[in-house]
């Protein structure tokens, strides 16, 4: 009876170990990518300190190219070698085309119909279509290259002005690209140095606007990640957001209402002057039943090495790649390339009096861009025949 007994019970045991095997076999254990070991509630948001990308530089080098880091409840995928960027990027780009709806793009990006943050779909393949073919096309930048020239000379002459004094470069720099890129989108600049009656924002409110945007796009907001935290805002930020949105809504409203008077004031002789102008033009002729272009939408559109820079050559994305890829690279590298040229070419540079180049502060700011904590004071000399400069 006993050795029956067990004679079953090994059986039971074998049928088992079978059935586990088979199971097994069928269903491979997860292969999860190591990381550090998280908190319960915060994950491992509580190590990310005020500058994450540096975290997580030193976590990759602790745990590899492809890593797990939990923000709050969420599971997140680093992956920091060009070889797992291309996995993601160009093996499984769609699979990973869309980006998490977090509370930027829902406060910011008008309820995510900006691009940035449109989800991968027909909305988004359309923006798309539209910043690549009709605003950003080579045709339509060369058109626009006597407003770059313009720019450039006034950027210039406003650093000649300087010669011999100590100043900020970002703020020449920024105050350039602004101008430039709000005349070639918007046709005018919209901003003046000093509010008047008549100008609807100051140049420095805009500016404030711009970082204000690139700070928050960048955030890394308790509620996206620790959901049941959204109601409390803790950080401020979404109040922020809305702040900020109400402020860009007015100047879209004011833009978009100018542009529409010019445009029936001209009527029949109306010719699309900027792009602005072509995305009105389109939602008048837009035909397209499954994603229809509207003025909401232009609103959120305007807002806005031997290596390969563009994304084929994983080992350097500044503007990244695969379908997320910024639309934005042709205007942006015309713009890098031009400017850096002529500021070195037109320029000397020297620090002011005392000042070493060690002395430079190299802490950084995070936020959608990273810049530096505190801006470099230089002083230009001017080192070619004073005509160019003016
Ligand atoms: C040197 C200048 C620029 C740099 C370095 C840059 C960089 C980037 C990067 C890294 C991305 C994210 C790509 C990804 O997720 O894989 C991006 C996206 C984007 N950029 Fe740029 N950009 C520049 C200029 C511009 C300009 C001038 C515009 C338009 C006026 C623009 C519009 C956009 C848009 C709309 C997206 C989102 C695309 C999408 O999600 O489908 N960018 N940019």
């Not at 409110?205 to 805002?233: A, K, Q, S, T, Y």
């Not at 959120?300 to 084929?312: E, K, T, W």
């Not at 540079?349 to 861009?369: A, H, N, Q, S």
Request: positive net charge; aromatic residues 12%; hydrophobic residues 40%.
């Amino acid at each position: 009876m006993e050795s029956s007994l067990v004679v079953l019970a090994l059986a039971w045991l074998a049928a088992l170990a079978f059935i586990s095997k088979k199971i097994r076999e069928r269903n491979p254990p997860k292969r999860i990518p190591p990381g550090p070991k998280p908190w319960p509630v915060v994950g491992n948001l509580h190590q990310l300190g005020t500058l994450p990308h540096i975290t997580l530089h030193f976590f990759a080098k602790k745990y590899g190219e492809i890593m797990q880091v939990k923000y709050g409840s969420r599971t997140v995928v680093v992956a920091s070698s060009p070889k797992m960027a291309e996995e993601f990027l160009k093996t499984y780009d769609s699979l990973f085309a869309s980006r998490p709806p977090l509370a930027s793009g829902k406060y910011t990006g008008y309820d995510f119909q900006d691009m940035t943050w449109a989800p991968y779909g027909p909305h988004w393949r359309k923006a798309r279509r539209i910043y690549l073919s009709e605003l950003f096309n080579p045709n339509r930048l060369d058109s626009f290259e006597y407003i770059r020239v313009e720019e450039r000379l006034t950027f210039f002459a406003s650093l000649y002005a300087q010669t011999g004094n100590p100043i900020i470069l970002k703020n020449y720099i920024r105050r350039y690209t602004l101008s430039s890129i709000s005349r070639v989108v918007l046709g005018d600049k919209y901003f003046s140095d000093h509010k008047t009656e008549d100008s609807l924002i100051s140049i420095s409110e805009f500016h404030g606007m711009i970082d204000e945007w690139m700070v928050l796009n960048g955030v890394l907001n308790i509620g996206d990640w620790i959901p049941w935290l959204r109601f409390f805002d803790v950080q401020g930020y979404v109040k922020r957001m809305k702040v900020l949105t109400k402020k860009f809504d007015k100047f879209h409203n004011y833009v978009l209402a100018d542009h529409k008077a010019k445009k029936d004031l001209e009527a029949n002789n109306f010719v699309p002057k900027d792009m602005v102008d072509v995305l009105l033009q389109m939602t008048e002729e837009d035909t397209d039943p499954e994603v229809k272009l509207t003025v909401e939408a232009v609103k959120a559109l305007v807002h806005g090495r031997d290596i390969s820079m563009l994304g084929q050559d994983f080992t350097l994305l500044p503007f990244g790649s695969g379908r997320r890829r910024c639309p934005g690279y042709n205007l942006g590298l015309r713009i890098v390339r031009t400017t850096v040229a002529n500021v070195f070419h037109g320029f000397n540079w020297k620090f002011p009096e005392g000042v070493k180049p060690e002395d430079i502060c190299m802490v950084e700011r995070y936020g959608l861009t990273t810049c530096p904590e505190v801006p470099v004071t230089v002083i230009p000399e001017p080192r070619l025949p004073i005509h160019l400069y003016q």
